[in-house]
């Protein structure tokens, strides 16, 4: 690989832990540190999306979207506390900074502008949709570690945001 083209690949971010006494082995709490910060960002990222698409909605159905996404926000946020609180448990250091959740990408910004009800429950949809993958991503490195305090947690978070997609979806036209 030539010398400019090494250097734009993103190297994984190195996990420093604070000493505990937690019996998960050190290498199992590196792997695990490692899988839940993109999620705990990413529950942050579509918290704010959220937020934006409650203050934004427009349409015959916005009390009830305003509502949804509020209520869906929420979950979300209690999500992100969740698994930055496991990630300080296990000696790892939440990203709990613009600076540090920008630098790990995970999900797309919503399109600029959108107003309109179903634009924005398509985009919810999808960025659900697409957490959910990323907590089942998350839960097979706490599998293979044996973490099933964060797997557990994952699943909780799964079944939430599954039902929360489920509610979404109710909002798109019915397709025969």
Not at 25 to 49: F, H, K, M, N, T
Not at 84 to 112: F, H, I, S, Y
Request: glycine letters at 4%; aromatic letters at 6%; proline letters at 5%.
């Amino acid at each position: 690989m030539p010398a400019v083209a090494k250097s734009l690949v993103k190297k994984k971010p190195t996990i420093v832990l604070q000493k505990t006494r937690n019996p998960v082995p050190e290498g199992a709490r590196i792997e695990s540190v490692r899988a839940l910060q993109p999620v705990q960002c990413a529950a942050i990222e579509l918290y704010l999306q959220l937020k934006n698409a409650h203050w934004n909605v427009r349409g015959s159905n916005f009390e009830g979207l305003h509502r949804l996404f509020e209520e869906t926000a929420g979950d979300l946020e209690q999500i992100a506390d969740a698994l930055a609180e496991r990630v300080a448990v296990l000696g790892g250091e939440p990203l709990a900074t613009v600076q540090k959740l920008a630098a790990v990408p995970n999900l797309a910004d919503a399109p600029a502008g959108m107003k309109a009800q179903d634009e924005f429950v398509r985009v919810i949809c999808d960025r659900l949709a697409f957490y959910i993958q990323m907590l089942a991503n998350a839960m097979d490195a706490f599998e293979r570690n044996s973490d099933y305090v964060s797997q557990d947690i994952c699943t909780k978070a799964t079944g939430v945001i599954e039902k929360k997609l489920w509610r979404t979806e109710s909002h798109l036209p019915v397709r025969s």
